[in-house]
């Protein structure tokens, strides 16, 4: 009897064990199911924020996943419950991963402003569209132009004609070839024909080229062949990642060995612009203090190229000669209609030198040296910024500045971009 008891207490503590695991099963169940339920509700609110509710009229998607799985993740921003940050700044600062485990710094971007999509997004709807409900991509799809787009087999400069952009305003064949080469929103990039894009591939391409070709340059001259530029990570909607950057402003300069270090590699970037294996001058139209930032590791780079140009120097000047060009809704899509762009007839390497002379190089190293260096350095910038009659003269004065400024230039873990290779190197001396 003692036994049997026993039996039969065990088998009710087994049979209630049984029952506790299915009910916590069951409740883990409904946790998931309204965890998932969540999770979809935030990722809706967040194709909103993105702008991905408006592709195909945006950047890309090659990133959404990364988004959607929260491998890509805003400052602030740790789990699905919490708040988006403000939708009207045009960057924020986030954390991407490839594991979940190790986070590095980036820097989300949107194309333009909301603002002035929004405003872009009105002009389309109340322009050319008479219904109650407006589609963007159906309005921009009807274009002359992007019929063209749609039946064209290689980008041509006919097809960026009248674009608001000055990166495009006299581009050669061999600039858009590499474009299209390059284009690293589709999966089978590498050739010049258009043949692997899709609709879709074309119009987000040609959006983006009429908005900001900031995202197509990082893809065409990426920092890894020593371009520089941020890396670019992809896109999800009208927001595109790179690697995470600083303002030039924000940035601690007032110590002697940082700005002539920051200026020194101000004009290694000049230089480059215009002495490259690839034969492309990048001009600027007008330089200030948010057309470059830095990178963490204290590097700089070009963080604004709305206001930059680019000639290819493989090609006849003739070829410059553009006539008035026609206009339509892609032209006005970002500015003005018409735009207003900068002849490159006459773009001359010099034309760098001279801007950043007078509107760069006084607020890195004005008053920052002794007596005698400074005089130096302020009599160069004047004569510089005044009195560049052609390009090898202009090549001289970055020459002397940067001689001056070279001695200056510590050697330290402060300029993680240079170290320790600056120490080994002057041993080696």
Same mark, same amino acid.
């Given at each position: ?51 991905? &509710? ?31 940050? #403000? #939708? ?25 402003? $909301? ?82 894009? @899709? ?12 908005? &900001? ?46 700005? =002539? ?17 690839? &034969?492309?001058?990048?001009?600027? @139209? ?40 026609? @206009? ?16 490159? =007839? &006459? ?25 005698? @260096? ?32 070279? #001695? ?14 600056? $120490? ?6």
């Amino acid at each position: 009897m003692g036994s049997t008891m026993c039996l039969l207490i065990l088998n009710i503590g087994h049979l209630y064990t049984i029952f506790f695991i299915v009910i916590m099963t069951k409740e883990n169940v409904e946790a998931t199911n309204s965890s998932v339920s969540k999770l979809k509700s935030s990722y809706n609110f967040g194709k909103s924020f993105l702008g991905l &509710n408006k592709c195909n009229a945006c950047v890309g998607t090659s990133a959404c996943k990364k988004f959607f799985k929260e491998e890509i993740r805003f400052q602030n921003w740790l789990a699905p419950h919490l708040r988006l940050p #403000p #939708p009207d700044l045009q960057s924020y600062s986030g954390n991407y991963s490839d594991d979940g485990e190790s986070w590095r710094p980036v820097e989300i971007s949107r194309l333009s402003s $909301k603002r002035q999509h929004d405003l872009a997004d009105q002009k389309i709807c109340s322009n050319f569209n008479k219904r109650k409900t407006c589609s963007i991509e159906g309005i921009l799809r009807r274009t002359e132009r992007f019929q063209k787009w749609m039946v064209a087999k290689r980008l041509t400069p006919d097809l960026v004609q009248g674009l608001p952009v000055q990166f495009l305003r006299c581009p050669s064949q061999r600039l858009l070839d590499r474009i299209i080469r390059r284009y690293s929103e589709v999966f089978d990039a590498g050739s010049v024909y258009m043949a692997h894009l @899709t609709d879709k591939d074309r119009m987000r391409l040609l959006y983006t080229l009429s908005i &900001n070709i900031y995202p197509i340059v990082l893809q065409i001259f990426p920092v890894a062949e020593g371009w520089p530029f941020p890396k670019y990570l992809g896109s999800c909607g009208r927001m595109f990642l790179t690697t995470s950057t600083h303002e030039l402003t924000s940035f601690n300069i007032s110590g002697l060995d940082v700005a =002539a270090d920051v200026a020194y590699q101000l004009l290694q970037i000049i230089h480059h612009l215009s002495a490259n294996d690839l &034969n492309y001058l990048f001009y600027f @139209t007008s330089i200030d203090r948010t057309t470059f930032g830095i990178f963490n590791d204290g590097r700089l780079f070009i963080r604004d190229t709305s206001k930059m140009g680019i000639i290819d120097k493989q090609q006849e000047k003739s070829a410059y000669e553009r006539k008035n060009e026609d @206009t339509d809704v892609f032209s006005c899509l970002s500015s003005d209609c018409p735009p207003t762009l900068s002849s490159c =007839a &006459n773009i001359t390497e010099k034309q760098n030198i001279i801007l950043v002379c007078k509107d760069l190089l006084p607020y890195l190293i004005e008053g920052k040296f002794p007596d005698s @260096t400074q005089k130096k350095i302020d009599k160069l910038l004047d004569d510089c910024s005044k009195n560049i009659v052609n390009d090898t003269e202009a090549q001289k004065y970055i020459n002397e500045l940067m001689e001056i400024l070279r #001695p200056w230039r510590t050697c330290d873990a402060r300029f993680a971009y240079r170290y320790p290779d600056c $120490k080994y190197n002057r041993l080696m001396r």
